[in-house]
T-cell receptor, first 117, second 110 residues
């Protein structure tokens, strides 16, 4: 296991198209997070899962965004009817929620850079 | 609203000099604070968290609830410390989870 992986690494799409990103967490991790990061800003929380349950979703998240983690392993983030303002780096992170000082430490993936033309 | 501020976008220090990266937060509940670091062409990774009260790579950070601050400090900066540093606040409200600051780029000059 080489850590959190994300696919694709880069995506260029035209406004109005739908895009889907995949995140594969570290295998024993039960929590999975999605963030969005734009230039000059820190990551912005979008949503997170514990196993297959989506426990929190940012109030700022448009209805065009949806995320799933159907079997509690990999997750997908879909953006429908993309807009130019969706251009950003989309980061995934996973963690193990449980006992211990390092529990729930988030390990980040390399990100998917989305460009909407 | 919950917020994390990092007043410096860029901080340059010479090798061997002390460094302090500032972080202030606003949160009415019990805060849980973190520092994350991103080295060039690497992933974002956890540096330290206040509940662990640890020193990582010579860095320490103390939570000051009175000043709502969680400044990151290192007595002697090294060139390999050059990176982007993000302060983050974990909260437990519906619709939020982690709030990151905008980041400070630390440049350690030889």
């Amino acid at each position: 296991d080489t850590g959190v992986s994300q696919d694709p690494r880069h995506k260029i799409t035209k406004r109005g198209q739908n895009v889907t990103f995949r995140c594969d967490p570290i295998s024993e991790h039960n929590r999975l997070y999605w963030y969005r990061q734009t230039l000059g800003q820190g990551p912005e929380f979008l949503t997170y899962f514990q196993n297959e349950a989506q426990l929190e979703k940012s109030r700022l998240l448009s209805d065009r965004f949806s995320a799933e983690r159907p079997k509690g392993s990999f997750s997908t983030l879909e953006i429908q009817r993309t807009e130019q303002g969706d251009s950003a780096m989309y980061l995934c992170a996973s963690s193990f929620y449980g006992q211990g000082a390092r529990a729930d430490t988030q390990y980040f993936g390399p990100g998917t850079r989305l460009t909407v033309l | 609203a919950q917020r994390v501020t990092q007043p410096e976008k860029l901080l340059s220090v010479f090798k061997g000099a002390p460094v302090e990266l500032k972080c202030n937060y606003s949160y009415s509940g019990s805060p849980e604070l973190f520092w994350y670091v991103q080295y060039s062409r690497q992933r974002l990774q956890l540096l330290l968290r206040h509940i662990s009260r640890e020193s990582i790579k010579g860095f320490t950070a103390d939570l000051n609830k009175g000043e709502t601050s969680f400044h990151l400090k290192k007595p002697f900066a090294q060139e390999e410390d050059s990176a982007m540093y993000y302060c983050a606040l974990r909260i437990h409200n519906y619709g939020q989870n982690f709030v990151f600051g905008p980041g400070t780029r630390l440049s350690v000059l030889p």
